[in-house]
């Protein structure tokens, strides 16, 4: 198959919906059980544990998570109730939200560990942070946080922790569950970290990973030639197939569990659709960052290192050094043009291969760049239509 039907092939998949061969859920009849069950022995022991977030919802939901395992636990609203707690009582293994009114949970951590009157300074401490932290890793890290656990939470994440932390006579002789929790939250730690929510979309999945995998797969393969054919669409001003490969993006994205990567396809449906193709131009970068991040997040949890982001980057790096004026860029372009209603190609093209050289606004340069895919491919009608666009 050649890069043509390679395109063709793929095109249909994202722009036609008739033609999908993706498949999202029932995959399988087989009734597996994606969360285990955790029943410490608490007659051999307790672990304490304390949950401070100012989010109610998120409190309760984590505070149920950890009382189903059998651990004694305690939850506040606030960085000052928790020290409050931490001064009364010695807890094993503390869960702190980033983001609480007075005192964060940075300080509540250095607090923990540096007061005098703490009764928990050897506690194991995790940061909660929402899903589209903006926050780097390592900033917690260099806090001295023990680890990063990301909303919504998991049940598995949080029992592997306990696992991770309790005495082992504590545990259950189930070692066939222990196993599974760890597998499952070793996973849904990597995916999480690049937005995507693995047991939550597993649920669909029916537990059949060999199906999740096959099509977190086809979306790490065919990241490079739809994110081509949606920037083309994007730049010639094909409104319906740009509105049409972002809906489907949306499915796709939604049925790996990159739910916010979802989102920001469904934000370009309605840009498109209510305001124009110049207002998803202007926010096609962001978009592309978030589908780069769990496309690469994705790939690494594959075992994958022959995938190429930066498609949408100018391919074209060296210049001549000279900034051409906005209307010089006009002119030439209105030349190109014009040898191309000449039926004049390979002349259009060295034109478009000078200009390419000179330095022009990046977003023009990306445009040129499009432009000479669009004749590599032997699409001259698509380049027509975003040299006029520029």
Known sequence: MGIKDIRKDIKNKVFN????????RGLTDKDVQIEQELNLYTNEGQFYVLIADADDEERIIVE????????????????????????????????LAR???RMDGIQTMKNIKESPASRSKDAKIYILLDEKADEPDIVFESAGFDGIVRKPVDRTIIQNIIISLVPSKMLPD??????KIKAYAADAEILKGCGVRLLETLKEYKGDMESYRDLATRFVDDYEIINSSLIDSLYSGNKDEYMD???RMREISRGIGAVYLSYCFDDHVN?????????????????????ENVVSGVAAWLGKTDVHIGTTEVLRGETNGIKLPKKDVEERKEEILKLLEDNNKESAYRQLQKLSLYELEPDTKLKIDRVMKAFDS?????????LKSI
Do not use: H
């Open 271 to 291: 840009m498109a659709k209510e305001d124009s193709l110049d207002v998803a131009e202007s926010n096609w970068r962001s978009l592309v960052d978030e589908w």
């Open 174 to 179: 189930d070692e066939a569950a222990i196993e």
């Open 378 to 386: 032997e699409n001259v009608n698509k380049a027509v239509d975003i």
């Open 17 to 24: 919906s008739k033609t999908n061969d993706y498949e999202f």
């Open 245 to 247: 490969g972002c809906r």
């Open 64 to 95: 149920r998570m950890v009382d189903q395992t059998g651990c004694f636990v305690t939850s506040v609203a606030s960085g000052i109730e928790c020290m409050d707690e931490v001064t009364k009582d010695k807890y094993d293994l503390i869960f």
């Open 99 to 101: 983001n609480m009114p």
